[in-house]
């Protein structure tokens, strides 16, 4: 059952290519994080903010931690979509919750995802600028 | 620190090549799931147990949870090993607890892995054929 | 320079993420091929051609040969496009022309692609079905 | 029939894991990209060359050609083997031969890939440090 509740979220369209599966005949596990990262790279599109320009200023974000529950496993040319909230914004890292359903809503794949600000650098976590955690902040 | 006890333990040696870097200069967070399941599937090898034969027998290992703490970016051309103890055995499913070290011990990433046997065609979960499960019990 | 010409040719959009990218800072150049076969892959499914039914009549398309030029390399969050056409139709076999692109056309990664069709069983060539060989070459 | 003749050579043995497999029950087309990457990777570490050390230096070897023919799909679980020659060795750009083979020398992917040596700021090619095309070319 959907974690998601009614804060704001961003939803990200997936198709399965044979890039994705494996000899199983379904998609390959660690194949659902690219899934989850590609909504995240997409929603910071979305809210204006670019990675490449972040990435020049020694500042990245980097995946600290993840939970995932594989439900169900997903199949060559599937039509998906990535569902993902912010579920906690800290001051050095972001909190999201990010499922992978079909169009009836049906779970493939859940995740809870931490996120650190990273100067890349020194490898160390430091502030996430202001107007990044303004624009995921502002509607939720 | 390594969460791992004294139990019976299985390393596999991991080098870090340009395909599992990304453009923030370290290894991709994903692509551990892959260093993971490398370690596993060798185990499997060396206790002398076939993932051809089992998937042509409509038999498989799918990875149902997996939580990970990426603790230390992991960089081009690092020598680094998986250690992976088996955490609990149940009917139709293994828990691993898999880590990533250097050989000084530091740790890189840690993966706690569930593993389930699922009959391929109705990808229901199975009981794990008795002579994996002694395999991986007998010593532990 | 393009090698496109005027024939029937399909165009699909691609996103840089940083699953895409190494520690060069580039896409990793293995990571074209995925492109490519994502853009037939969306062709196919334009055309009304179903991979898995395909793959479930054992019968799967096999890239048999690649020509890659990698041009210029691609980066973080750029938008680009696959251009793909069908060079050369045989009974057995398909040539596609595929260019990676930006808005401007200039281009980033150009191959020509072979496919033959396999019966997945036998691993051998067999007759592209009909319709297939119709939908492609219809308009070209 | 193999391409390789007397000249210096390498081999490096690979496995094929889940990751590399796809739906289709063989090894995804573009990751023998990758095998052949890593045989050349674990080539210039065999002669002493570090690639991160060139990287800090701006410097970078990019695949700028490929041509491979896929003979033959390998299956999960196969121990290949990478044997990597130096075809040609130019001022800005080396031409290796590689083939996955197993061993009994039956021939999975054969590839020639051109690499050449870039400045990573500019983008443009620029000559192989000596002591690099000295160490390849001892030998050959």
Redesign the interface.
């Known amino acids: 059952m959907s974690m998601l509740g009614k804060q704001m979220q961003f939803s990200w369209p997936i198709?399965i290519?044979?890039?994705d599966?494996?000899?199983?005949?379904?998609v390959?596990?660690?194949?659902y994080?690219?899934f989850f990262?590609?909504a995240r790279?997409?929603w910071l599109?979305h809210l204006g903010i670019?990675?490449?320009k972040l990435?020049a200023a020694k500042l990245?974000f980097?995946?600290?931690?993840?939970?995932?529950?594989?439900v169900?496993?997903a199949?060559?040319?599937q039509k998906l979509k990535v569902v993902t909230k912010l579920e906690k914004a800290a001051r050095a890292s972001l909190l999201f919750v990010q499922e992978l359903q079909d169009d009836t809503g049906a779970l493939y794949c859940q995740g809870k995802i931490k996120v650190a600000c990273i100067d890349?650098e020194s490898?160390r976590p430091c502030a996430i600028p202001k107007e990044i955690l303004k624009e995921f902040t502002c509607g939720s």
């Open positions: 198709t290519y044979y890039e599966t494996d000899a199983g005949g379904i390959y596990h660690a194949n994080l690219k990262e590609r790279s997409e599109t670019n990675q490449s990435l990245g980097v995946v600290t931690k993840a939970e995932l529950d594989f169900k496993g199949q060559l040319e890349m490898m």
